[in-house]
Structures are given as C-alpha cells and as structure tokens.
C-alpha cells in the first residue's frame, strides 16, 4: 500500500471548503435551502450605513440551522465551530462571527425563524413529503436553564425586595447628606460597580414577582394544587415538569407530526406541566403552518377531555384521543376492552329525546344542569329503580336509584370515543407512537439536546423552531431534494 503525500512544504494553507466538502453534504443542503428563500433582503437595512460591517443574515440562519442538526446548541461552542470546523467554515466563507453576534441573532429573528419552519413545511406539502392525512401530537419535556434550588415564593421575593430598597434608600440618603457637607462631586457620572450590581439584581426579582403575582390571579382551575406557588427569578417563565423520575424547572413544547415522513408540521411552547387545553390550539397551529388542516389527529389521553373532544368536533378533523382507562387499556393490552354492562357508554342513548335507556329498559331522564370543574355538565336521573333485580350491579347510591353525569353534549363526545374504540380506530392509534416518539428521540438522545439554553417562553419557542427546522431539513437531506432544481 502506497504512502499519501503529506508535506507542508511548498503549498498554501488550507484548500477551499468548497472544494473539500462531500456534494452529498447536509451543510450543502441547508445553503441551498436558505438561498432558496431569498432571505437576502434583510440585509437591506445594513446598506450605506455607518459603523462595523454586519454579518450576512444568510450565514447566521444556515449556521444555527446546522449547528441544531448538529446538536450544538451554545453560541460559543458555535464560534468556535466556525473557526475549526470545515463544514461551517463553508457556510460562512470563512468568515468568524463571535458568540455575541450568534446569539444575539437567535433573539433578534424570531419572526424569521418561524417563517423558515412554515416554509419548510410548505415546501415539504409541494414534493409530497407531507400529506396532512395523519398528524401525532405529543410534547417533550426540555429542563431550562434554571436551578430548582433558586425558586422563592411570593413573600421571599417581597422580603428580598423590601431589603434591596431600604439599603437603597440609606444609599441615597447618605449621598445626600455628603453632597450637603462636602458638596456634589462634579467628576461623578456614574454610580460603584456595588449599587449598580444591586440595581441590576432588583429588575429580574420584581419581574419574577409581578409575573408569580399575576399568574395566581389569572388561575381559574378549581384544583387548588395547580397554583402557582413559587417561581425562579432568573427564568419566572418556567414551570415544574416531570423527567425522569424528578421534578425541574422547564418547559413543554407541543410537536405535531406528519406519518408520511416524520417531518414535524407544527410547534406550540408551553410552561404548562401537562397538555391539558392544548389540543384545539395545536390543531389551529396545524392550519395555520401548513395552510391546510390535518384530516386525523393523534393524540394521547394528557390532552383529553370532554370539552376538548367538542370542540374539536366542530372543526375539519377528527381526533383519536383516549380517556384515561381507555389509555391504559391500550398500553396494558394493546386493545380497549369492551365495555362494563353497566357503564354509563353502554346505555342507550337518545339524541331525540336526550334520555338514557338502561339494558334492564329502564329510562334516565335529565335531572338538573351543572358546571363541573369549569364545564357545562348535565345529570341524568332514572325515575324508579326499585326491584330491578341488578340494581347492586348498577349502582351503589343510598337511595338507590341510578345516576350519569356526562357532558351536556354529550352525543358528540360519545361519537369520540365510539371511532376510538372500533377496529380501524385503534389501528390507527396504535401508530402515534411510532409517528412522534422517534422526533423527539433523535432531539434529545442522537443530538443530546435535553436542555435549553435561552430563558423566558420566547426563547424555548426559538430552540423548537430551529430543532424542528434542522429536522425537516435533515428530510430534505434523506429524500436527496435539489432546491436549486425546484
């Protein structure tokens, strides 16, 4: 076997990235794919203007964009890519952005960073990559980039606050009294490195104050163990979620994905520890990204519940979203069992006369209208349920007759849960996992992104656009799409 030449004689330093990269690289195929979009236009406000010279709007996106594929996810780590790696070096022609300039892009271009995920999704729709006719939604827990141990209550931060002020203001009274006795210092501008940091450290506490305060007064659950008792000063946005066994500081984002190929095709951030009221929004978002609505949602038993189903109903897809037995029945034994004889699904219900007919003939009638945990609810009554010979079967009440509390439309959550529980209902469900699971394996095992590293709700929205970016961009890559042939 022949020895390569290698001498660093007699030669310049480096060749050309260009000229180096693989052409099936999936650096190639983001360049391609943001020169597509004719994002250059930005750069208008940058011409004939005074100061140092901006970097290209187009380098910075094409460089988050495979710094996520990537699973870099550190502005700093990125600066130093763009020196050292190859496949960066050719995004940016060589050129060497700090991570100031990095990150601050990632802030500054939000809108941007959603236009471009639309776009993929869009473009996705035009090649046939993604056809809309089943759509799984599930979220991923994200820890943020908070410690647990810095939460304070309400009257931690009051009497944080109340300290920070009177030092203040025994501050500025001996300032005064100073300038009284010695009279004002004409050369000061500006205040000790001590009171400045001081001041600095007050904004983030009164904000994680105003924003622990307000979310208390906004909270209309009836369950008191929702409320929001604590928050995190240097991140109040971030709720407590549930990963791996513990309790952290985070965020749960909402991904919606297509089966044709995986690409996802709508994100929704959230702080909120459960998905409980997020499946219309995902649903509208669905519409809104992708211009067109799903045809059949899946979703797991976190985003049920009777008023979601009915909302739902009323729009142009039709969702597979299990109650919670129904759930465990599908995970214990891959089926829903059939009902218990005398489980209020299994009387017969009259639309028409809006009554219940139990298996014994016996007739439930409306008994009275109620809210329930924030939700229209309606009981029915049987008028008699003296000597029916199953009556211990069928109910355990004092009195003895027998009582269904459903919602107050409820022939449309029963229409539900009836396409659930057939065949092709559960055929269909038993594929959700397959369709979402593996987004966010390859998010957070393959490319290790299990932390953010922007703070606030605005910045875990801008981490799961630029993941979900990378990850349509990297189907692109797969199904080898040629935009400079489109």
């Not at 995920?117 to 990559?129: D, E, I, M, S, Y």
């Not at 009177?166 to 300032?175: K, P, T, W």
């Not at 009294?177 to 010695?182: G, L, P, V």
């Not at 209309?220 to 952290?248: F, Y």
Request: charged content about 25%.
């Amino acid at each position: 076997m022949a020895l390569r030449p290698y001498s660093r004689e007699g030669q310049l330093w480096g060749l050309s990235p260009d000229a180096v990269l693989p052409p099936d690289h999936l650096a190639r195929l983001v360049d391609e794919f943001i020169e597509s979009l004719d994002v250059a236009r930005l750069n208008r406000r940058f011409q004939h203007t005074p100061g140092e010279a901006a970097y290209d709007v187009r380098l910075l996106a094409k460089v988050w964009i495979f710094a996520y594929a990537r699973g870099i996810t550190s502005g700093r780590e990125l600066a130093r890519q763009c020196v050292e790696n190859l496949a960066f070096r050719f995004l940016t022609d060589g050129q060497c952005p700090n991570h100031r300039t990095l990150s601050g892009f990632r802030r500054k271009y939000r809108p941007l960073l959603r236009w471009v995920f639309a776009k993929t999704v869009l473009l996705g729709r035009q090649l046939g990559l993604v056809r809309l006719g089943l759509v799984a939604i599930d979220s991923v827990k994200l820890q943020a980039d908070a410690r647990a141990s810095r939460k304070r209550t309400a009257a931690q931060l009051k009497e944080t606050l109340d300290k920070l002020d009177l030092y203040l203001e025994q501050v500025a009274a001996q300032d005064q009294r100073d300038d009284q006795a010695h009279g004002p210092e004409a050369d000061r501008e500006t205040l000790p490195k001590k009171l400045q940091s001081l001041r600095r450290r007050r904004h983030p506490l009164a904000r994680a104050l105003d924003k622990l305060q307000t979310d208390q007064q906004e909270q209309r659950e009836p369950d008191k163990a929702h409320v929001r008792h604590d928050v995190i000063p240097t991140d109040p946005d971030a709720g407590w979620v549930k990963k791996n066994g513990r309790i952290i500081p985070g965020y749960n984002p909402h991904v919606a994905v297509d089966d044709t190929c995986g690409m996802v095709v709508a994100v929704r951030p959230s702080a909120c520890a459960n998905e409980r009221g997020h499946l219309n929004p995902m649903l509208q978002q669905i519409q809104k990204t992708a211009g067109v609505p799903a045809h059949t949602a899946l979703a797991d038993n976190g985003y049920y519940s009777d008023h979601a189903l009915v909302e739902a109903e009323a729009g142009p897809t039709r969702c597979l979203v299990p109650d919670g037995v129904s759930a465990q029945q599908l995970s214990r034994h891959g089926h829903i069992q059939p009902l218990a004889p005398y489980h209020c699904d299994s009387f017969a219900y009259d639309a028409a006369t809006d009554s219940f007919r139990c298996p014994q003939n016996r007739l439930l009638t409306v008994h009275r209208q109620r809210q329930r945990h924030g939700q229209p609810t309606t009981i029915y009554r049987s008028a008699d349920c003296r000597g029916c010979p199953v009556r211990a079967q069928c109910t355990s009440a004092e009195v003895g007759v027998r009582t269904i509390e459903v919602h107050r439309d409820y022939a449309v959550v029963r229409r539900a849960k009836e396409r659930l529980r057939s065949a092709e209902g559960q055929a269909l469900y038993k594929k959700r996992k397959t369709i979402v699971e593996p987004v966010f394996g390859q998010w957070q095992h393959n490319r290790g992104v299990r932390r953010l590293r922007l703070r606030g709700l605005s910045g875990c929205g801008i981490e799961v656009h630029l993941l979900a970016i990378a990850h349509n961009a990297k189907k692109f890559w797969k199904q080898r799409v040629k935009f400079g042939e489109n």
